[in-house]
């Protein structure tokens, strides 16, 4: 069943490659949507998939990458709404 995923992952996890292995986690699950930094500090993700499969990254996103300290990680779970193509890093 496919579900869209909303993430805010806090900690010290900008500066630290999060959203690079974010990305190449994502791609290697077969996930669609993208990452950011949040002004805050936090990075939010929102990804679509397999549900399965979205709970795979979520898991990932409790520890991240080796450089990461994540202290807490907030999710949402969406209707799927098929919007993406790929995966991939915002800067905005």
């Known amino acids: 069943m496919k579900a869209r995923l909303h993430v805010f992952v806090f900690g010290r996890v900008q500066g630290v490659f999060f959203r690079a292995n974010t990305r190449d986690e994502a791609l290697r699950l077969g996930l669609t949507g993208w990452v950011r930094n949040v002004r ?39 209707e799927n709404k098929d919007e993406f193509q790929g995966f991939r890093i915002k800067y905005d």
């Open 40 to 78: 805050d500090g936090s990075v939010e993700i929102l990804v679509e998939g397999e549900k399965e499969t979205l709970e795979e990254l979520l898991e990932w996103c409790s520890h991240g990458p080796v450089s990461a300290s994540v202290s807490k990680v907030e999710h949402e779970w969406l």
